[in-house]
């Protein structure tokens, strides 16, 4: 693993986080909102490690993904209740607050578009 500086997923990741939270501010509705935006923030934190990091891209891929399941299944205990945020709309929204089978297949989709940029 090295440090590296990669301008594309700089801009891949500024993009997507726009989209996110256009979703957020302006999109209620039953399939963009809840499995768009969860694919989207998969692409998301793998573009954010892409910027600093030249490493084993699918390898990076599939913790993004670990990572993803383990946010989502601490939803199905109600973390954010034990972290004191329920009251706190902005990190209600960021952490989730519920578990779904439905997020666990957006990630999955999610890590699968990230295999994409494994070869650059």
């Known amino acids: 693993m090295k440090l590296t500086f990669n301008f594309k997923f700089l801009f891949l990741f500024v993009a997507i986080f726009v989209v996110e939270v256009l979703i957020a501010k302006f999109v ?20 954010f490690f892409r910027i600093f990091l030249k490493t084993n891209y699918k390898k990076l891929a599939l913790g993004v993904l670990i990572f993803s399941f383990i946010i989502e299944f601490l ?9 004191g945020l ?5 990190w209600s929204t960021v952490l989730g607050t519920s578990f779904s089978i439905y997020d666990l297949l957006a990630y999955f989709v999610g890590y699968l578009i990230c295999l994409l940029f494994s070869d650059n």
């Open 28 to 47: 209620h509705d039953a399939f963009i909102r809840p499995f768009g935006g969860d694919v989207l923030v998969v692409i998301l934190i793998y573009a």
């Open 75 to 83: 939803q199905a205990v109600h973390y954010v209740e034990w972290l």
């Open 86 to 90: 329920q009251n706190s709309r902005l």
